[in-house]
């Protein structure tokens, strides 16, 4: 079994900031791609990043700039900071680990953008 626990997300001014983190545990698998996904209300879940246990990130274009993933593989933790946030990343924000053909999400945390 995988678990996969968001912390970090809250209510932001527009142009601030955030970092969002997920702790993976359970068989974890050395190989593995970690990421967020997001959505908003009303709208489809959409990739945000994601970051291959060797090094290999991928951002939705939206993000490019303003969104870093990075992680601590010791940890078996990704972060997600935020820069430059605008009200149209207000979404439910969701961790994701791929391992071995199997998907996994974490529950969830809220992430709103407004003044």
């Known amino acids: 079994q995988v678990q996969l626990e968001e912390s970090g997300g809250g209510l932001v001014q527009p142009g601030g900031s955030l970092r969002l983190s997920c702790a993976a545990s359970?068989?974890?698998?050395?190989?593995?791609?970690m990421g967020w996904d997001r959505q908003a209300p009303g709208k489809r879940r959409e990739l945000v990043a994601l970051?291959?246990?060797?090094?290999?990130?991928d951002y939705a274009d939206s993000m490019k700039g303003r969104f870093t993933i990075s992680r601590d593989n010791a940890k078996n933790t990704v972060y997600l900071q935020m820069n430059s946030l605008k009200p149209e990343d207000t979404a439910v924000y969701y961790c994701?680990?791929?391992?071995?053909?199997?998907?996994?999400w974490g529950q969830g945390t809220q992430v709103t953008v407004s003044s």
């Open positions: 359970g068989n974890i698998f050395t190989n593995n791609v």
């Open positions: 970051l291959t246990s060797g090094g290999i990130t």
């Open positions: 994701t680990l791929r391992q071995s053909g199997r998907d996994y």
